[in-house]
Protein backbone atom coordinates (compact mmCIF):
# COMPACT_ATOMS: atom_id res chain seq x y z
CA UNK A 1 0.00 0.00 0.00
CA UNK A 2 1.33 3.31 -1.01
CA UNK A 3 2.20 5.69 1.88
CA UNK A 4 0.22 9.06 2.46
CA UNK A 5 1.79 11.72 -0.17
CA UNK A 6 3.53 15.39 0.85
CA UNK A 7 -0.28 17.00 -1.12
CA UNK A 8 -2.06 15.53 2.08
CA UNK A 9 1.01 16.89 4.58
CA UNK A 10 0.58 20.41 3.13
CA UNK A 11 -2.52 21.75 4.87
CA UNK A 12 -0.76 21.06 8.43
CA UNK A 13 2.47 22.47 7.18
CA UNK A 14 1.21 26.11 5.95
CA UNK A 15 -0.08 26.62 9.89
CA UNK A 16 3.24 25.84 11.34
CA UNK A 17 4.96 29.52 11.01
CA UNK A 18 1.91 31.59 12.27
CA UNK A 19 1.43 29.41 15.09
CA UNK A 20 5.02 29.04 16.49
CA UNK A 21 6.77 31.59 14.96
CA UNK A 22 4.29 33.60 17.11
CA UNK A 23 5.50 31.96 20.51
CA UNK A 24 9.10 31.43 20.00
CA UNK A 25 12.10 32.63 18.78
CA UNK A 26 15.66 31.30 18.10
CA UNK A 27 16.15 27.59 18.39
CA UNK A 28 12.14 26.73 17.66
CA UNK A 29 11.87 29.01 14.95
CA UNK A 30 15.36 27.06 13.57
CA UNK A 31 13.72 23.57 14.46
CA UNK A 32 10.53 24.66 12.51
CA UNK A 33 12.11 25.73 9.36
CA UNK A 34 15.04 22.93 9.66
CA UNK A 35 11.48 20.66 9.93
CA UNK A 36 9.79 21.59 6.60
CA UNK A 37 12.82 22.12 4.82
CA UNK A 38 13.55 18.58 5.17
CA UNK A 39 9.99 17.78 4.53
CA UNK A 40 9.98 19.91 1.14
CA UNK A 41 13.70 17.47 0.17
CA UNK A 42 11.95 14.58 1.05
CA UNK A 43 14.41 13.64 4.04
CA UNK A 44 11.98 12.83 6.43
CA UNK A 45 14.75 11.39 8.80
CA UNK A 46 15.35 14.61 9.25
CA UNK A 47 12.18 15.99 9.92
CA UNK A 48 11.42 13.77 12.14
CA UNK A 49 14.50 14.83 14.27
CA UNK A 50 13.98 18.78 13.52
CA UNK A 51 9.91 18.30 14.72
CA UNK A 52 10.61 15.81 17.77
CA UNK A 53 13.13 18.53 18.90
CA UNK A 54 10.34 21.41 18.18
CA UNK A 55 7.41 19.54 20.36
CA UNK A 56 9.50 19.15 23.00
CA UNK A 57 9.61 22.95 23.18
CA UNK A 58 6.20 23.57 21.83
CA UNK A 59 4.06 20.72 23.53
CA UNK A 60 0.99 22.38 23.14
CA UNK A 61 0.82 22.77 19.93
CA UNK A 62 -1.28 20.66 17.93
CA UNK A 63 -0.23 21.07 14.58
CA UNK A 64 3.48 20.13 15.24
CA UNK A 65 2.45 16.72 16.87
CA UNK A 66 0.12 16.42 13.75
CA UNK A 67 2.98 17.18 11.46
CA UNK A 68 4.76 14.65 13.39
CA UNK A 69 2.30 12.18 13.20
CA UNK A 70 3.19 12.54 9.52
CA UNK A 71 6.49 11.92 9.31
CA UNK A 72 5.90 9.06 11.38
CA UNK A 73 3.33 7.51 8.62
CA UNK A 74 6.07 8.35 6.01
CA UNK A 75 8.54 6.27 8.13
CA UNK A 76 6.45 3.70 8.92
CA UNK A 77 6.47 3.72 12.74
CA UNK A 78 2.61 3.58 12.99
CA UNK A 79 2.67 3.01 16.66
CA UNK A 80 4.15 6.67 17.29
CA UNK A 81 1.94 8.13 14.25
CA UNK A 82 -0.72 7.09 16.29
CA UNK A 83 0.18 8.72 19.74
CA UNK A 84 0.66 12.09 18.12
CA UNK A 85 -2.30 12.21 16.38
CA UNK A 86 -4.13 11.56 19.67
CA UNK A 87 -2.17 13.95 21.10
CA UNK A 88 -2.97 16.49 18.67
CA UNK A 89 -6.85 15.34 18.45
CA UNK A 90 -6.83 16.14 22.30
CA UNK A 91 -5.20 19.79 22.10
CA UNK A 92 -7.50 20.53 18.72
CA UNK A 93 -9.93 17.83 17.99
CA UNK A 94 -11.33 19.86 15.11
CA UNK A 95 -7.91 19.69 12.95
CA UNK A 96 -9.01 18.20 9.58
CA UNK A 97 -7.20 14.90 8.38
CA UNK A 98 -6.27 13.20 11.01
CA UNK A 99 -9.13 10.71 11.39
CA UNK A 100 -8.21 9.66 8.10
CA UNK A 101 -4.01 9.38 8.92
CA UNK A 102 -5.53 7.39 12.16
CA UNK A 103 -7.45 5.11 10.18
CA UNK A 104 -5.04 4.37 8.03
CA UNK A 105 -2.33 4.19 10.77
CA UNK A 106 -4.63 1.91 12.32
CA UNK A 107 -4.95 -0.29 9.20
CA UNK A 108 -1.06 -0.28 8.87
CA UNK A 109 -1.12 -2.22 12.02
CA UNK A 110 -3.68 -4.74 11.63
CA UNK A 111 -5.87 -2.93 14.17
CA UNK A 112 -9.01 -3.07 11.59
CA UNK A 113 -12.00 -3.00 13.46
CA UNK A 114 -10.43 0.26 15.14
CA UNK A 115 -9.25 1.59 11.71
CA UNK A 116 -12.82 1.65 10.04
CA UNK A 117 -14.56 4.74 11.37
CA UNK A 118 -11.26 6.60 10.33
CA UNK A 119 -10.63 5.07 7.17
CA UNK A 120 -15.20 5.07 6.46
CA UNK A 121 -15.15 8.81 7.11
CA UNK A 122 -12.45 9.83 4.69
CA UNK A 123 -13.60 7.55 2.06
CA UNK A 124 -16.86 8.97 2.24
CA UNK A 125 -16.47 12.56 3.12
CA UNK A 126 -13.15 13.71 1.98
CA UNK A 127 -13.30 16.55 -0.42
CA UNK A 128 -9.21 15.51 -0.91
CA UNK A 129 -9.24 12.70 -3.80
CA UNK A 130 -5.66 11.28 -2.49
CA UNK A 131 -7.40 11.39 0.91
CA UNK A 132 -10.23 9.49 -0.59
CA UNK A 133 -8.02 7.32 -2.56
CA UNK A 134 -6.11 5.74 0.27
CA UNK A 135 -8.30 5.40 2.73
CA UNK A 136 -10.73 3.43 0.26
CA UNK A 137 -7.22 1.20 -0.62
CA UNK A 138 -6.73 0.44 3.27
CA UNK A 139 -10.99 -0.12 3.61
CA UNK A 140 -10.71 -2.84 1.09
CA UNK A 141 -7.52 -4.15 3.26
CA UNK A 142 -9.46 -3.54 6.56
CA UNK A 143 -12.76 -5.43 5.26
CA UNK A 144 -10.82 -8.59 3.24
CA UNK A 145 -9.22 -8.77 7.14
CA UNK A 146 -12.34 -8.43 9.32
CA UNK A 147 -13.57 -11.13 6.80
CA UNK A 148 -16.49 -8.70 5.58
CA UNK A 149 -16.15 -9.44 1.65
CA UNK A 150 -19.56 -7.46 0.43
CA UNK A 151 -18.75 -4.71 2.43
CA UNK A 152 -14.98 -5.25 0.46
CA UNK A 153 -16.50 -5.44 -2.98
CA UNK A 154 -18.89 -2.17 -2.42
CA UNK A 155 -16.07 -0.52 -1.74
CA UNK A 156 -14.18 -1.63 -4.66
CA UNK A 157 -16.88 -0.89 -7.18
CA UNK A 158 -16.90 2.78 -5.73
CA UNK A 159 -12.91 2.87 -5.98
CA UNK A 160 -13.10 1.91 -9.59
CA UNK A 161 -16.12 4.86 -10.07
CA UNK A 162 -13.71 7.26 -8.84
CA UNK A 163 -10.73 5.99 -10.10
CA UNK A 164 -11.31 4.20 -13.24
CA UNK A 165 -7.97 4.46 -14.38
CA UNK A 166 -5.67 4.06 -11.72
CA UNK A 167 -3.55 0.76 -11.81
CA UNK A 168 -2.85 0.15 -8.09
CA UNK A 169 -6.68 0.36 -7.79
CA UNK A 170 -7.64 -1.72 -10.63
CA UNK A 171 -5.42 -4.81 -8.97
CA UNK A 172 -6.26 -4.64 -5.92
CA UNK A 173 -10.11 -4.18 -6.49
CA UNK A 174 -9.37 -6.82 -9.18
CA UNK A 175 -8.54 -9.21 -6.41
CA UNK A 176 -11.20 -8.58 -4.04
CA UNK A 177 -13.61 -9.46 -6.90
CA UNK A 178 -11.86 -12.66 -7.79
CA UNK A 179 -11.46 -13.31 -3.99
CA UNK A 180 -14.99 -12.54 -3.77
CA UNK A 181 -16.13 -15.07 -6.83
CA UNK A 182 -13.65 -17.76 -5.63
CA UNK A 183 -15.85 -17.37 -1.68
CA UNK A 184 -19.27 -17.59 -3.52
CA UNK A 185 -18.10 -20.82 -5.20
CA UNK A 186 -17.16 -22.55 -2.72
CA UNK A 187 -20.24 -22.19 -0.93
CA UNK A 188 -21.90 -23.19 -3.63
CA UNK A 189 -19.78 -26.01 -3.83
CA UNK A 190 -20.44 -26.64 0.34
CA UNK A 191 -24.24 -26.07 0.06
CA UNK A 192 -25.09 -27.84 -2.99
CA UNK A 193 -22.25 -29.62 -4.68
CA UNK A 194 -25.02 -31.71 -6.51
CA UNK A 195 -26.73 -28.92 -7.96
CA UNK A 196 -27.87 -27.96 -11.43
CA UNK A 197 -26.13 -24.84 -10.45
CA UNK A 198 -22.92 -26.44 -9.18
CA UNK A 199 -22.89 -28.54 -12.22
CA UNK A 200 -23.49 -25.48 -14.43
CA UNK A 201 -20.29 -23.86 -12.45
CA UNK A 202 -18.39 -26.75 -13.03
CA UNK A 203 -18.87 -26.67 -16.80
CA UNK A 204 -18.04 -22.72 -17.27
CA UNK A 205 -14.81 -23.36 -15.15
CA UNK A 206 -13.67 -26.43 -17.29
CA UNK A 207 -14.86 -24.29 -20.74
CA UNK A 208 -12.45 -21.46 -19.50
CA UNK A 209 -9.34 -23.91 -18.88
CA UNK A 210 -10.12 -25.66 -22.40
CA UNK A 211 -11.12 -28.73 -20.58
CA UNK A 212 -13.97 -29.02 -23.47
CA UNK A 213 -14.62 -33.18 -22.45
CA UNK A 214 -15.40 -31.88 -18.75
CA UNK A 215 -17.44 -29.19 -19.72
CA UNK A 216 -19.18 -31.32 -22.20
CA UNK A 217 -19.75 -33.90 -19.56
CA UNK A 218 -20.65 -31.12 -16.98
CA UNK A 219 -23.23 -29.64 -19.40
CA UNK A 220 -24.95 -32.92 -20.05
CA UNK A 221 -24.90 -33.92 -16.65
CA UNK A 222 -27.50 -30.75 -16.19
CA UNK A 223 -29.63 -31.85 -19.21
CA UNK A 224 -30.06 -35.29 -17.49
CA UNK A 225 -31.51 -33.84 -14.35
CA UNK A 226 -33.73 -30.70 -16.42
CA UNK A 227 -33.29 -32.17 -20.08
CA UNK A 228 -36.01 -28.51 -21.17
CA UNK A 229 -33.30 -26.06 -19.17
CA UNK A 230 -32.61 -22.90 -21.33
CA UNK A 231 -29.05 -22.10 -22.47
CA UNK A 232 -27.66 -25.57 -22.30
CA UNK A 233 -27.72 -26.81 -25.41
CA UNK A 234 -26.41 -23.82 -26.73
CA UNK A 235 -23.45 -23.67 -24.35
CA UNK A 236 -22.30 -27.18 -25.58
CA UNK A 237 -22.57 -26.18 -28.84
CA UNK A 238 -20.36 -23.54 -28.55
CA UNK A 239 -17.65 -25.75 -26.88
CA UNK A 240 -18.15 -28.03 -29.90
CA UNK A 241 -17.55 -25.24 -32.13
CA UNK A 242 -14.57 -23.88 -30.09
CA UNK A 243 -13.15 -27.77 -30.25
CA UNK A 244 -14.19 -27.55 -33.90
CA UNK A 245 -11.63 -24.38 -34.15
CA UNK A 246 -9.05 -26.16 -32.59
CA UNK A 247 -9.07 -29.50 -34.44
CA UNK A 248 -10.82 -29.31 -37.50
CA UNK A 249 -12.80 -32.23 -36.84
CA UNK A 250 -15.66 -32.23 -39.15
CA UNK A 251 -17.57 -34.54 -36.55
CA UNK A 252 -17.48 -31.53 -33.92
CA UNK A 253 -18.92 -28.83 -36.33
CA UNK A 254 -21.62 -31.30 -36.97
CA UNK A 255 -21.75 -31.54 -33.38
CA UNK A 256 -22.77 -27.69 -32.54
CA UNK A 257 -25.55 -27.74 -35.21
CA UNK A 258 -27.49 -30.41 -33.05
CA UNK A 259 -26.88 -28.59 -30.00
CA UNK A 260 -28.26 -25.07 -31.80
CA UNK A 261 -31.05 -27.16 -33.20
CA UNK A 262 -31.75 -28.23 -29.99
CA UNK A 263 -31.76 -25.03 -27.73
CA UNK A 264 -34.25 -24.09 -30.48
CA UNK A 265 -36.00 -26.72 -29.96
CA UNK A 266 -36.34 -25.52 -25.95
CA UNK A 267 -36.18 -21.79 -27.06
CA UNK A 268 -37.17 -21.14 -30.27
CA UNK A 269 -36.29 -17.15 -29.79
CA UNK A 270 -33.20 -18.13 -28.49
CA UNK A 271 -31.58 -15.83 -30.83
CA UNK A 272 -27.85 -16.27 -30.63
CA UNK A 273 -28.57 -20.31 -31.36
CA UNK A 274 -30.35 -19.20 -34.95
CA UNK A 275 -27.43 -17.19 -35.69
CA UNK A 276 -24.86 -20.08 -35.04
CA UNK A 277 -26.78 -21.72 -37.75
CA UNK A 278 -26.93 -19.56 -40.11
CA UNK A 279 -22.76 -19.19 -39.58
CA UNK A 280 -22.89 -22.96 -39.88
CA UNK A 281 -24.48 -22.76 -43.29
CA UNK A 282 -22.56 -19.90 -44.54
CA UNK A 283 -19.04 -21.70 -43.53
CA UNK A 284 -20.12 -24.15 -45.57
CA UNK A 285 -21.46 -22.03 -48.70
CA UNK A 286 -24.83 -22.84 -48.46
CA UNK A 287 -25.70 -19.21 -49.29
CA UNK A 288 -29.09 -19.67 -49.56
CA UNK A 289 -29.94 -21.58 -46.03
CA UNK A 290 -27.20 -19.23 -44.38
CA UNK A 291 -29.33 -15.59 -45.72
CA UNK A 292 -32.77 -17.16 -44.55
CA UNK A 293 -30.98 -17.94 -41.33
CA UNK A 294 -29.99 -14.38 -40.72
CA UNK A 295 -32.67 -12.87 -41.96
CA UNK A 296 -35.15 -14.75 -39.53
CA UNK A 297 -32.56 -13.57 -36.67
CA UNK A 298 -32.52 -9.83 -38.03
CA UNK A 299 -36.74 -10.22 -37.78
CA UNK A 300 -36.50 -10.81 -34.99
CA UNK A 301 -33.69 -8.93 -32.97
CA UNK A 302 -33.10 -5.83 -35.99
CA UNK A 303 -30.54 -4.44 -34.46
CA UNK A 304 -28.14 -8.14 -34.35
CA UNK A 305 -24.86 -7.10 -35.14
CA UNK A 306 -22.99 -10.11 -36.13
CA UNK A 307 -26.22 -11.15 -37.90
CA UNK A 308 -26.59 -7.69 -40.14
CA UNK A 309 -22.49 -8.38 -40.97
CA UNK A 310 -23.40 -11.92 -41.45
CA UNK A 311 -26.33 -11.50 -43.92
CA UNK A 312 -24.06 -8.78 -46.00
CA UNK A 313 -21.63 -11.09 -46.34
CA UNK A 314 -23.27 -14.05 -47.80
CA UNK A 315 -24.76 -10.96 -49.96
CA UNK A 316 -21.59 -10.26 -51.17
CA UNK A 317 -20.65 -14.01 -51.87
CA UNK A 318 -23.85 -14.18 -54.15
CA UNK A 319 -22.71 -10.90 -56.27
CA UNK A 320 -25.47 -9.02 -54.78
CA UNK A 321 -23.68 -5.90 -53.39
CA UNK A 322 -26.67 -3.69 -53.42
CA UNK A 323 -28.57 -5.69 -51.56
CA UNK A 324 -25.98 -6.08 -48.98
CA UNK A 325 -25.91 -2.12 -48.34
CA UNK A 326 -28.64 -1.43 -46.37
CA UNK A 327 -27.78 -4.45 -43.36
CA UNK A 328 -24.37 -3.21 -43.60
CA UNK A 329 -25.07 0.46 -43.33
CA UNK A 330 -27.28 -0.41 -40.35
CA UNK A 331 -24.19 -2.65 -38.64
CA UNK A 332 -22.17 0.28 -38.72
CA UNK A 333 -24.83 2.57 -36.60
CA UNK A 334 -25.30 -0.20 -34.60
CA UNK A 335 -21.33 -0.27 -33.94
CA UNK A 336 -19.09 2.30 -35.91
CA UNK A 337 -16.45 0.08 -34.34
CA UNK A 338 -16.74 -3.27 -36.24
CA UNK A 339 -13.95 -2.83 -38.76
CA UNK A 340 -15.63 -6.23 -40.31
CA UNK A 341 -18.41 -4.19 -41.32
CA UNK A 342 -16.79 -1.44 -42.72
CA UNK A 343 -14.56 -4.01 -44.88
CA UNK A 344 -17.57 -5.34 -46.39
CA UNK A 345 -19.45 -2.02 -46.33
CA UNK A 346 -16.57 -0.88 -48.86
CA UNK A 347 -16.71 -3.98 -50.83
CA UNK A 348 -20.53 -3.62 -51.10
CA UNK A 349 -20.06 0.36 -51.99
CA UNK A 350 -17.56 -0.68 -54.43
CA UNK A 351 -19.92 -3.40 -56.07
CA UNK A 352 -22.45 -0.71 -56.54
CA UNK A 353 -20.16 1.64 -58.05
CA UNK A 354 -19.91 4.64 -55.25
CA UNK A 355 -15.93 5.02 -55.51
CA UNK A 356 -16.57 7.79 -52.67
CA UNK A 357 -18.40 5.79 -50.69
CA UNK A 358 -15.78 3.43 -51.14
CA UNK A 359 -13.10 5.22 -49.87
CA UNK A 360 -14.82 6.46 -47.36
CA UNK A 361 -15.78 3.44 -45.69
CA UNK A 362 -12.05 1.48 -46.73
CA UNK A 363 -10.80 4.61 -44.87
CA UNK A 364 -12.48 3.82 -41.65
CA UNK A 365 -11.97 0.63 -41.78
CA UNK A 366 -8.07 1.15 -41.72
CA UNK A 367 -8.25 3.37 -39.16
CA UNK A 368 -9.84 1.06 -36.63
CA UNK A 369 -7.77 -1.71 -37.86
CA UNK A 370 -4.65 0.13 -36.86
CA UNK A 371 -5.90 1.34 -33.41
CA UNK A 372 -6.65 -2.62 -33.26
CA UNK A 373 -3.25 -3.31 -33.76
CA UNK A 374 -2.21 -0.91 -30.79
CA UNK A 375 -4.65 -2.00 -28.28
CA UNK A 376 -5.19 -5.34 -26.08
CA UNK A 377 -7.93 -7.81 -27.50
CA UNK A 378 -10.64 -8.31 -25.48
CA UNK A 379 -11.08 -12.30 -24.45
CA UNK A 380 -14.51 -13.27 -25.41
CA UNK A 381 -16.55 -14.21 -22.86
CA UNK A 382 -18.27 -17.92 -23.28
CA UNK A 383 -21.89 -16.72 -23.48
CA UNK A 384 -21.13 -14.31 -27.32
CA UNK A 385 -21.71 -15.37 -30.32
CA UNK A 386 -19.46 -15.91 -33.33
CA UNK A 387 -18.27 -12.93 -34.75
CA UNK A 388 -17.77 -12.64 -38.27
CA UNK A 389 -14.21 -12.45 -39.53
CA UNK A 390 -12.50 -11.50 -42.54
CA UNK A 391 -11.12 -13.90 -45.22
CA UNK A 392 -7.40 -14.57 -45.67
CA UNK A 393 -8.17 -12.34 -49.15
CA UNK A 394 -9.69 -9.20 -47.09
CA UNK A 395 -7.29 -6.30 -47.99
CA UNK A 396 -4.88 -4.40 -45.80
Known amino acids: MKSLRLATTGTLLLILPLLVFAQSQGTAEQYAEAGQSALAAGDYRSAQTNFEALVKLEPGIAEVHATLAVIYY ?8 VRSIHT ?14 LGMSLAEMGRFKEALPGLEKGFKQSADLEVKRMCGLQLLR ?18 NKAFPSDPEILYHTGRIYGNYAYIVMEK ?63 EDREAAAREFHAELAVDPGHGNAAYELANIQADAGNLTEAR ?11 DFEEALVGLGGVLLQDQKPKDALPPLQHATQVNPTNEVAWYRLAMAERGAGDSAATQQAMAKYQELRKARAKSEPRPPS ?8 LGPDAQP
Open 88 to 101: AQKLKPGLPKLDSL
Open 382 to 389: SDEVTPQQ
Open 142 to 159: AYAGLNRDPDAVVTALAL
Open 74 to 81: RQREYDQA
Open 292 to 302: AGYEQVITRFP
Open 188 to 250: LHNEAPDSIWMLQAQGEADESEKDYEGAIAAFNHVLVLDPSRPGIHYRLGRIYLKRFQDAQKA
